[in-house]
Nanobody, 119 residues
């Protein structure tokens, strides 16, 4: 129901664009998120975008990553620029509900896509 793609190896300073295609029923009613998990670390939230298109970012990626959604294609994107070795992780897209002041409720997860940034 969520299909992520676009990961791969890249040198530091480079760019990648991740895509996550969702079924229409999921995409229309959910806020969308990108999360990542590096080896030996907990999964962390990277970026979110509401159904209305409002983005939000983790401090570690602000100014470098851009989340967007194409409602006609039921797809959410993560444009990653100025990549750093510490961005190396498996990136997951997820759909859920974002309510300010409360933890995100995740309803659907995609499979991960590996991003490897070399120095």
């Amino acid at each position: 129901q969520l299909q992520a793609s676009g990961g791969g190896p890249v040198q530091a300073g480079g760019s990648l664009r991740l895509s996550c295609a969702a079924s229409g029923s999921i995409f229309r009613i959910n806020d969308m998120t990108w999360n990542r998990q590096a080896p030996g670390k907990q999964r962390e939230l990277v970026a979110t975008i509401t159904r209305g298109g409002a983005p939000n970012y983790a401090d570690s990626v602000k100014g470098r990553f851009t989340i967007s959604r194409d409602n006609a294609k039921n797809t959410v994107y993560l444009q990653m620029n100025s990549l750093k070795p510490e961005d190396t992780a498996v990136y997951y897209c997820a759909a859920g509900t974002i309510v300010v002041g409360t933890p995100i409720t995740y309803d659907y997860w995609g499979q991960g896509t590996q991003v490897t940034v070399s120095s």
